[in-house]
């Protein structure tokens, strides 16, 4: 299956007159406010961290974790600043590092955090309760369509590289009736793939219990 990952954004805390800090997304650009929920992901470069940034891996690996993420705002930021005296140290801060943080889009307040040995599980069901209270869309119908959709995407790939095979084993014989063969079944393939493109921005458009619609990107 296609590799998953999870699209990261390190944006810079903005300090503004109102900030309020109980909610994150005062401190985050206007983009975040939209009301899409927030996973936060605060690293460590502590050596006494490192196991559980090598945890934290595979976390992000987890089909469920990378699919579901297309939801969220993801976030990354330097744990090691987030002291007891941060202006958001309320949302942000815990005992120990790595730490995943989840966010209510519409609030800024934390749905819940889980910290140092993280486990996919424990992600994904915080990042459900937030997608629950944010969205009319489910996120495991979400996942599973998307999972189909990336058999669909393997499939199309699989073609192309049988056809780069096609076209480099007829290379010095590609004239006539035989080019224009593969000339179409290039053409197939693409149009394939243009369709997957298309179903895959219709999936990604959320609709908010609030009543507006949210596409990734």
Same mark, same amino acid.
């Given at each position: 299956?296609?590799? &998953?990952?999870? #699209? ?15 909610? &994150?997304?005062?401190? &985050? ?16 470069? #502590? ?6 940034? @090598?945890?934290?891996?595979? *976390? ?13 705002? *993801?976030?990354?930021? #330097? %744990?090691?600043?987030? +002291?007891?005296?941060? *202006?958001?140290a309320a949302t942000l801060a815990g005992k120990a590092l790595p730490r995943f943080v989840v966010l209510d889009g519409g609030t800024g307040k934390k749905v819940g +955090? ?6 996919? +599980? +424990?992600?994904? =069901? ?7 209270k944010a969205y009319k869309s489910d996120i495991e119908k979400v996942i599973k369509d998307y999972q189909k959709m990336l058999t669909e995407l393997d499939k199309v ?8 095979? @096609?076209?480099? =084993? ?5 004239? %006539? ?15 394939? =793939?243009?369709? &997957? ?7 990604? @458009?959320?609709?908010?219990? =609030?009543?507006?619609?949210?596409? @990734?990107?």
């Open positions: 299956m296609a590799k &998953l990952g999870v #699209d990261w954004q390190q944006p810079k805390l903005e300090g503004y007159d109102s900030i309020d800090p109980a909610n &994150l997304l005062t401190a &985050l650009p206007e983009q975040y406010r939209d009301g899409r929920p927030v996973v936060v992901f605060l690293t460590s470069e #502590d050596p006494e961290a490192a196991g559980g940034m @090598k945890l934290a891996s595979g *976390v992000l690996a987890d089909e469920r974790v990378a699919i579901g993420s297309k939801m969220f705002h *993801v976030v990354k930021m #330097d %744990g090691d600043k987030i +002291s007891r005296d941060h *202006v958001h +955090s889980i910290e140092y040995r993280p486990t996919p +599980s +424990s992600l994904f =069901a915080l990042m459900k309760k937030a997608a629950a790939e699989a073609k192309r590289n049988a056809l780069r095979v @096609k076209k480099g =084993a007829a290379s010095e014989e590609l004239v %006539g009736a035989k080019e224009r063969k593969l000339q179409q079944e290039e053409a197939a393939i693409e149009k394939d =793939a243009e369709k &997957l493109a298309a179903a895959e921005t219709e999936l990604l @458009k959320f609709e908010l219990k =609030a009543g507006k619609d949210v596409a @990734k990107g």
